[in-house]
Nanobody, 120 residues
Framework: QVQLAESGGGLVQAGGSLRLSCAASGRTFGIYEMGWFRQAPGKEREFVAAIRWGSGTPSYAESVKGRFTISRDNAKNTMSLQMNSLRPDDTAVYYC?????????????WGQGTQVTVSS
């Protein structure tokens, strides 16, 4: 079992920045990819960004490209999401997730989530 713990959420004004972190613990060997998802009130959970654990190759949702940067530290089993130029529509609970199987698109483990609120 892998446990994921997010940190770094909070309240920020539009145009501001926040940095989210996710720490993985437990059976962390064999991580294939880690990602960030978010869910706004009344909306479905959506993909934000992901990073391949071995190569560090990132991927982003179109809505955050150029504003968010995902990174990871393999040695510390941590992942971060630097969020710049935040907008009110970025307001959501942000979840960290982990995928261990390269042949499945399903994420195996999820964090509890951290609230990000962007005021206008």
């Amino acid at each position: 079992q892998v446990q994921l713990a997010e940190s770094g959420g909070g309240l920020v004004q539009a145009g501001g920045s926040l940095r989210l972190s996710c720490a993985a613990s437990g059976r962390t060997f064999g991580i294939y990819e880690m990602g960030w998802f978010r869910q706004a009130p009344g909306k479905e959970r959506e993909f934000v960004a992901a990073i391949r654990w071995g190569s560090g190759t990132p991927s982003y949702a179109e809505s955050v490209k150029g504003r968010f940067t995902i990174s990871r530290d393999n040695a510390k089993n941590t992942m971060s999401l630097q969020m710049n130029s935040l907008r009110p529509d970025d307001t959501a609970v942000y979840y960290c997730a982990l995928r261990s199987n390269a042949y499945s698109s399903q994420y195996d483990s999820w964090g509890q989530g951290t609230q990000v609120t962007v005021s206008s």
